[in-house]
C-alpha cells in the first residue's frame, strides 16, 4: 500500500471521447505529478502542482488538462487523444517537490 | 538537458550479484534515487544519494560519484524476486528526470 490510489486502473477509449485519469494521495503530502510511461522509454514528466499550483508544464499536448483542486487530488483530463498516447499514466506525490516520491499503480490508456 | 544512461538489460543467477550503472549529464543536481518497478505495478523506492559514497540498505547498495556523474546500485544475494525494472532518477530542484531502467531478470 503506497497511499497513493488512481483510478480507473484501465482505460479504453476513442479519439473522440473525453475521460478523466484520478489521482488521491492519503500521506498529507504537499506536492503531486503526473508522468507517462511509454514501452521502453523513460518515465515522462507532464506536470508538477505544489500547494495546488502548477509549476511544470512539461511542453504538454493541450488535449492534456490537469487539475488540482486540492493538496490530496490530481486529475488529468483527457480529450481528441491519439494512439500514440497510448501509455501507463502514472501519478505521484511528495512531501514537497525535492523530496521522495510515492507513486500510484497507474492508469493504462488504450486509444483506439 | 537531462541525459541518464543506463543498461537496457541484465541477467544473473539466483544468489549472485549483479551492479546496475548509470551515468548522467543534467543541468543541474540535488540528488539521485534509484526504483524498483515490477512489471504492471508503481515503482517504489529503494534509496537516495546526496553525496558522494556508498550508501548499504540490506541487500541493496547504492553509489555516487558526482565529478563523475556516476551512480550503481548494487544488488547482493540475488532472489526470483528482485527480477524487476530499476530505474535510475536525477531530481533538480523539483524535477525528478528518469533512465529508461534496466531490466533484470534472475534465473534459477
Known amino acids: 500500500e503506497t497511499g497513493v490510489t488512481q483510478t480507473p486502473r484501465h482505460l479504453v477509449m476513442g479519439m473522440t471521447n473525453k475521460k478523466s485519469l484520478k489521482c488521491e494521495q492519503h500521506?498529507?503530502?504537499?506536492?503531486m505529478y503526473w508522468y507517462k510511461q511509454s514501452a521502453k522509454k523513460p518515465l515522462e514528466l507532464m506536470f508538477v502542482?505544489?500547494?495546488?499550483?502548477?509549476?511544470e508544464n512539461n511542453s504538454v499536448p493541450s488535449r492534456f488538462s490537469p487539475e488540482c483542486p486540492n493538496s490530496s487530488h490530481l486529475f488529468l483530463h483527457l480529450h481528441t487523444l491519439q494512439p500514440e498516447d497510448s501509455a501507463l499514466y502514472l501519478c505521484?506525490?511528495?512531501?514537497?517537490?525535492?523530496?521522495?516520491?510515492?507513486f500510484g499503480p497507474g492508469t493504462r490508456l488504450t486509444v483506439t | 538537458g537531462q541525459n541518464i544512461d543506463q543498461p537496457t538489460e541484465m541477467t544473473a543467477t539466483e544468489g549472485a550479484i549483479v551492479q546496475i550503472n548509470c551515468t548522467y549529464q543534467?543541468?543541474?543536481?540535488?540528488?539521485l534515487f534509484w526504483y524498483q518497478q515490477h512489471a504492471g505495478e508503481a515503482p517504489t523506492f529503494l534509496s537516495y544519494?546526496?553525496?558522494?559514497g556508498l550508501e548499504e540498505k540490506g541487500r541493496f547498495s547504492s553509489f555516487l560519484s558526482r565529478s563523475k556523474g556516476y551512480s550503481y546500485l548494487l544488488l547482493k544475494e540475488l532472489q526470483m524476486k528482485d527480477s524487476a525494472s530499476y530505474l535510475c532518477?536525477?531530481?533538480?530542484?523539483?524535477?525528478?528526470?528518469f533512465g529508461a531502467g534496466t531490466t533484470v531478470t534472475v534465473r534459477a
Open positions: 500521506l498529507g503530502h504537499n506536492a
Open positions: 532518477a536525477v531530481t533538480n530542484d523539483y524535477k525528478l528526470s
Open positions: 505521484a506525490s511528495s512531501q514537497d517537490v525535492a523530496g521522495k516520491q510515492y
Open positions: 544519494n546526496v553525496l558522494d
Open positions: 543534467t543541468s543541474g543536481f540535488n540528488g
Open positions: 502542482y505544489s500547494l495546488e499550483e502548477r509549476v
